[in-house]
């Protein structure tokens, strides 16, 4: 990053470009509320109907309305719940909570992005990820949509955030951060199915790595644990059963592949993804190795653990092979964020101050 | 050199990354909304959302509708109704064959086919869209909105410019 010589100076510019980023940020998310009706895409009106009948009866419902009701339901209420408490709060109609919540957790997911970019580097970094968030296609696509994904995209890399935060050394003990971890790994499991399979993949993978580290390895694995635990807890509270294979999902594989370019019937892991944050997170990569960071392996995990998942057709699976690549592309924007500093720092330190010694350094006609 | 004071070096360094980041930014999100604004379109024309307000005050909670997935979320999302179809398909029974008679009572000439089929599902009314396709879970159709004028099988309950809701005889 450019060297400025002010502290104070630094510290402001930082300020100047998040407020700047963040603006056309919710101004694109306030779309979603200016509408006579929220964007329908995805079921959002059917959670709205759960979280109408939350707020009208106090109860989260045992019957399903889908597909002429009458039968037990797979979702999980995280979202729901906070939705219908919102609205029960501010006593706005469920539909324009649905709406407004959208915009709150997607500035959210704003602030995780920063936040997890910057212990993983520096502010500066954080900045230039907040720059390629703005820009994503598929991170916009799943935040201007009241779903629970949304909130997934939220509660993961939280999760996330505080095992990084969790400085465990040498030491097996839980603290504070292994306790935060837990809680939101566990209202991760409660949130979207396929959030909390990203996350004890991505956790299941970064534990492998911390094998030789076993107060890290504990870090992972135990809020892993517990999302497991509370999820398998709730599918059989919810459906009476553990088993998935019967799921509609599953047995009809929904979801699209992901090739490298869109076609009828594929999704476009370029198009979707973006040149620019595929360059700058192969350079972020190589950035990370060359400093030899700090957990850099939990986001090497997150970026690898959301490929398999998003290539799970090539495992004979073909589910949601799409939707695995929203987390894919968040890890992404992480990477390519410090990436994208590599590169600012690169240009200061080799081209600017050669350009600028130069100057400095050229001769004073008399 | 005063660490706090700015050189002339960082004169020229910030103007040019605050250039680089407007002019980026701009042919970014540029980019980016030609992929993300059909995502923010509400598919429902708002005579059907109008419509919702005669459902909750003319039909029983326990009525259920025929539509097609968009159509079905509305209901569902303003009124907690059913609908043949639309939400989650996870545990549902069978939610293939639900798609497939939804489909065929919209697109069926025969109105008593498509009364067969909404006393099947012991659905009691059907929400016809009058400006849109339908979407039943097998591509976009179009709606054979004739036969719901049969009085021996259908009787227009409420109509807006949007949309016809009937009652099944």
């Known amino acids: ?366 | 050199m005063n660490e706090d004071r700015l050189t002339i070096r960082d004169a020229i360094a910030i103007p040019l990354l605050v250039i680089i980041l407007i002019l980026g930014a701009t042919y970014g999100i540029n980019s980016m909304k030609k992929q993300t604004d059909p995502w923010l379109d509400p598919v429902i024309m708002k005579g059907e959302l109008d419509s919702t307000k005669w459902i909750n005050e003319n039909t029983k909670k326990t009525d259920k509708f025929q539509s097609d997935i968009f159509g079905g979320e509305l209901i569902m999302g303003m009124t907690t109704r059913t609908a043949i179809v639309g939400g989650d398909w996870a545990n549902a029974p069978d939610p293939v064959s639900n798609m497939k008679d939804s489909q065929k009572i919209y697109m069926t000439t025969s109105a008593s086919e498509a009364n067969a089929l909404c006393k099947k599902y012991n659905l009691t009314y059907v929400f016809v869209p009058l400006n849109r396709n339908v979407y039943c879970g097998f591509g976009w159709i179009v709606i054979n909105k004739n036969k719901f004028n049969d009085y021996n099988y259908f009787q227009l309950a409420y109509s807006n410019d949007d949309v016809k809701i009937f009652k099944v005889v």
């Open chain 1, 1 to 366: 990053m450019i060297r400025f010589r002010s502290f104070n100076l630094r510290a402001l510019l930082r300020y100047v470009f998040i407020v700047a980023l963040i603006i056309p940020y919710i101004s694109y998310r306030l779309e979603v509320v200016k509408n006579y009706i929220i964007p329908t895409y995805g079921n959002t009106m059917y959670h709205v109907g759960i979280e109408r009948l939350i707020t009208q009866t106090g109860f989260y419902p045992a019957q399903e309305l889908s597909y002429n009701g009458g039968f037990h339901h797979f979702y999980v209420p995280s979202f729901r719940l906070f939705v219908s408490s919102f609205s029960l709060i501010t006593a706005t109609d469920p539909m324009v909570t649905s709406g407004l919540v959208t915009i709150i957790i997607s500035l959210a997911i704003f602030g995780i992005i920063y936040a997890i970019t910057k212990r993983s580097l520096n502010p500066f970094a954080g900045v230039c990820a907040l720059f390629l968030l703005i820009i994503s296609p598929e991170m916009t696509i799943f935040s201007i949509r009241a779903l629970p994904e949304l909130l997934g995209l939220f509660m993961f890399p939280l999760t996330l955030y505080f095992i990084l935060l969790n400085d465990t050394g040498e030491r097996c003990s839980l603290n504070a951060y292994s306790y935060l971890a837990i809680l939101a790994a566990s209202i991760t499991a409660l949130t979207h199915q396929m959030t909390l399979l990203t996350l004890a993949f991505v956790l299941a993978i970064y534990g492998l790595t911390q094998l030789k580290n076993r107060a890290e390895l504990l870090n992972a694995w135990i809020p892993l644990a517990a999302a497991i635990t509370v999820y398998g807890a709730w599918q059989f509270y919810s459906l009476h059963t553990l088993n998935i294979l019967e799921l509609a999902q599953v047995k009809f594989h929904e979801g699209m592949p992901v090739d490298l370019f869109a076609s009828a019937y594929k999704v476009g892991f370029i198009e979707r993804t973006g040149l620019l944050l595929i360059g700058f997170c192969i350079l972020g990569i190589v950035y990370l190795e060359y400093k030899k960071t700090d957990k850099r392996f939990l986001l090497y995990a997150w970026i690898g653990a959301s490929l398999i998942l998003t290539k799970n057709d090539l495992l004979g699976i073909s589910v949601f092979m799409d939707r695995f690549l929203t987390f894919m592309v968040e890890g992404m924007i992480i990477v390519g964020g410090i990436g994208a500093y590599a590169t600012l720092e690169f240009l200061d330190r080799y081209v600017f101050d050669i350009i600028f010694g130069k100057i400095q350094n050229a001769p004073v006609k008399k």
